[in-house]
């Protein structure tokens, strides 16, 4: 991936944006095991609070989840 800084123009999102940051985000998730996956699918989705993701999860409390993202 390659980084052009244009000058003196409004930033605008090229075609293949969309396909470049949907490929790079599969290969993150394909690195991770199913837990840490389950992780940041949650907090991508929009659950955003520690308590939340871990009732989700099924933890009793939030020290398991907060383990994961440390």
Avoid: C, W
């Amino acid at each position: 991936m390659r980084f052009v800084e244009l000058t003196d123009n409004i930033p605008v999102q090229g075609p293949e944006t969309e396909v470049v940051g949907y490929m790079a985000t599969s290969d993150f998730l394909a690195l991770l095991n199913e837990r840490d996956r389950e992780v940041v699918v949650l907090l991508s989705s929009g659950v955003t609070k520690l308590t939340e993701v871990a009732q989700i999860m099924g933890y009793s409390n939030h020290s398991a989840v907060s383990k994961l993202v440390l």
